[in-house]
């Protein structure tokens, strides 16, 4: 009963996601075109919408539903590790054509081939594991 309110913001995302077209392909091959602003409009909102919240959060000393304060580190310092993090991930995104949040999302609404995609992820992931010790961090 405790993760069904993860469950209901999920889904309540997945609607969001999916009415906004931040899942369609067509969108998202659209911004890898630069031919749309659509995608980089979400992205800038969801971006901008982030800084304020932190902002909010370090600003007024806020706190958990438990009375914990809410501590956000700060990044490390590092510029190659986001480049070729970014990269990656850009690169990954253009040639499927999906983020990995919305992969769930299609697979929900019947996009069965979604899978080879999760499928890849998941993959990723584990190289990542095996390869991070030699990673730049």
Not at 4 to 12: A, H, Q
Not at 92 to 115: D, K, R, T, Y
Request: charged share 15%; proline share 2%; glycine share 14%.
């Amino acid at each position: 009963m405790n993760l069904l309110k993860y469950l209901l913001v999920g889904f309540f995302f997945g609607i969001v996601l999916t009415k906004a077209e931040a899942v369609s392909w067509y969108r998202i091959y659209e911004m890898f075109q630069f031919q749309s602003f659509h995608m980089y409009g979400i992205i800038m909102t969801a971006i901008a919408t982030g800084v304020v919240g932190i902002q909010i959060i370090k600003r007024n000393k806020l706190k958990d539903f438990d009375g914990n304060l809410l501590i956000i580190q700060d990044k490390e310092k590092g510029n190659t590790r986001y480049w070729i993090g970014g990269i990656l991930f850009g690169l990954g995104w253009a040639m499927v054509g999906a983020c990995p949040g919305p992969i769930f999302i299609l697979l929900g609404a019947g996009f069965m081939s979604v899978g080879l995609i999760l499928i890849g992820a998941i993959f990723g992931t584990f190289l990542y594991g095996v390869f991070k010790d030699k990673l730049p961090h």
